[in-house]
């Protein structure tokens, strides 16, 4: 009998180690999920003979270029101070026109590839600068947009890469906030904002005068896509006379829409690609649950056609070409893969893959579902789900992710590390495009409209309910978290609807909306009176923004709360995070605070960052969950 004891509790020994080994070989390592990618920002120079990339050197981004044909790779730059950022941009004669920049300066530089040297030509301080236009016509002039003159306003510049002479294009009057740059770098349509409304204006020359010819509000809006090549109709996503946006063409002398190109009955279309040297139309794209396409050349659909039956599965992009259109640079990723960067050469169909970004097997991650539920009041929300492998799906816990925001974002199908860590991790993770959320109209944009604290959050708390209604969810065991926007959703579901949540965290979170509002950047200003409209007005809506900023209820939270704060944060004041942390342990609310205070506003170390974030993310989440036994 005792014999028969110790074979069954071996037995069970085993049966538990066998268990615990399993547990610890599908838990996926944090570091997996954050790594940095080896190589970002590829391009392909305009002769189809170079491929051009961003690599951390010194953890600092710096440019090299790898020739197609031997392989041979070049340092083009070699910076420790500074870092090359990812929008440069080829010129025609074999030159990368790039920027250099930390928070102190910011230069434009230009590096030749038959001599590798380096020329500086322009050096900015703190203005932000960026190329518009390049044309073949003229190789050695680029037009370009800086704040120099005005930090609140971008004006439009012609910059010879010779010389190093700049001249001034166009000087923004103060309400100009988009202008649509033609082939040839002419600027004959511009679209000024006073926040609330806004006015496309067209001019039919360099020598002309812009005229006014469509007149909107924020509810409405045109946003122009380029001229369509054969007069002066030009091409533009609009919502005006619509609920969903669609692909139209405009007549640029009397802003009469001409006829609708494309568009579809249930969401927003959200990205055309239009060839300025081609003069060719090649594709619109939407998204339902996933992403979709339309075709309007039989090149570009075949080309897409053949990328895709070579990467089954994956979702596919075309990010930079060649003049002669022989080879491209491609992008890939699917919900569960960060995907991989190839070089597709469309003369013999060749695929060569020059990175892959997918650290982890697809198949040890997990399926993000499109999901729908019907809100309070009857208005039908569309998010994700991601549910943690294994044969277990009901009775799990829960961290719900806000969207950053609110207006004019919204999840999407794709891969996320946060959620994969999350699933990894064993809990489920909804993200929910609340009202406001982009891509599903205009009355649902307009919808979210000062509803921050209102029907914002209601929507969120019925994904909660819904889950839990669906026996997904533990209702004792759901976490909260998100970042800027998400961040006050986070801290808003805990002061508002104490009992629903177990814990939140937050990084970078907004505490005080009247803070938001009236520390907006320069450049920000003409979108002041929209922030009005739609968040609130800090005199008129001063009850209504008080009522909602967590940082005027600190008596409120009763769940503990864990803080990621960057130091340099441009939406906070750090003081008065300071001071709301102070009156949470106050009140005693259990709080972990983590304040980044590098120099600069940002971690040399990004990765490491990351990863010690997370492995304190796991350890709060495992003891306010109680995930771990």
Known sequence: MLRSIKSLVLVFAVIVLYACNSKNTNEIPISDFFKSPEKVAFKISPDGKYISYLKSVNKRQNLFIESIDDGREIQATAYTDFAVRGDYTWTYDNQILFSQANDDDHNMMVYDLGTAKIRKLLSVGKAGLRVMNKSRLTPDVVTISMNMRDSANFDVYRLNLKTGELKTYLVNPGNITDWLVDADGGIR?????????????YRPNDNSKFKPIINNNFRNYVRMIAFNGKGENFYALSNVGRDKTAFVEINAATGKEERVVFADPHVDITRVDYSKSKNRLELAQWEEAKIQKHFFNPYIKDWYTNLSLQLKGYEVNITDRDTAEHRFIVQTYTDRSRGAVYLYECTNNKLTKLIDNGVIDPEQLCEKRPISYVAGDGVVINGYLTLP???????????VIPHDGPFGARDTWGYSADVQFFANRGFAVLQINYRGSSGYGKVFYSAGFKEVGGKIQQDITDGVNWLIAKKIANPKKIAIYGRGFGGFSALYAISF?????????????LINLFTYIKTAPAYYRPQLQ??????????????LLRSISPVFHPEKPKVPIMFFQEAKDPRANISEVNHYIRELQKRNVTVKYFLNKDEHGRSQDGEGKRKQNYLEIEKFLDANLHVKP
């Open 189 to 201: 349509l511009v679209k000024s904002t006073n926040g609330v409304d806004e006015t496309i204006l």
């Open 389 to 399: 492998k294994g044969d277990n799906q009901t009775n799990l816990p829960v961290v």
């Open 497 to 509: 609807n104490p009992k629903l949540y177990s814990c939140a965290i937050v990084q970078n979170g």
């Open 530 to 543: 929209k922030m009005y409209a739609t968040i609130g007005d800090p005199e008129k809506d001063a009850e």
